[in-house]
């Protein structure tokens, strides 16, 4: 699958959120290492704190489904329709991630019309291993 989408599934995830407290959507596209795609949405929460991030949305349909190895993930994040602008993902988004990839899991984002790519590394280069 390309990046390009792999970009287009996470947009179609994203009109899936239940956001009515941010008006904020989030579409995750997962990819494993077999080309499995598993896709995710925030799904938000009265309590605030108990909201369900969309990257991971995806990964925990994934691991529950047995997966464990994984390659990619596109992510979009917007208001009204408008994923144009880079959704950079959360600090504990990013552990979760760094707990279940490889150093080289790259992390793909919207800018405009154009894809931008991250080594999961470079987003969160010290993660918490306790
Ligand atoms: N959100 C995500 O889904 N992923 C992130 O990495 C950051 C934030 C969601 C949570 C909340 O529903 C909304 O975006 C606004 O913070």
Redesign the pocket.
Known sequence: MTNLELIAHAKNAAENAY?PY?G?K?GAALLDADGNLFCGC?V?NSSYSA?I???RCAFVKAVSEGKREFARIAIV?GREGDYSKPCI??GV?LQVMSELCDDDFRVLLCDGDNVVEYDLCDLIPIPFRG
């Open positions: 956001s941010s904020f989030v925030n938000e909201t991030c969309a990257e994040g993902p959360c988004c």
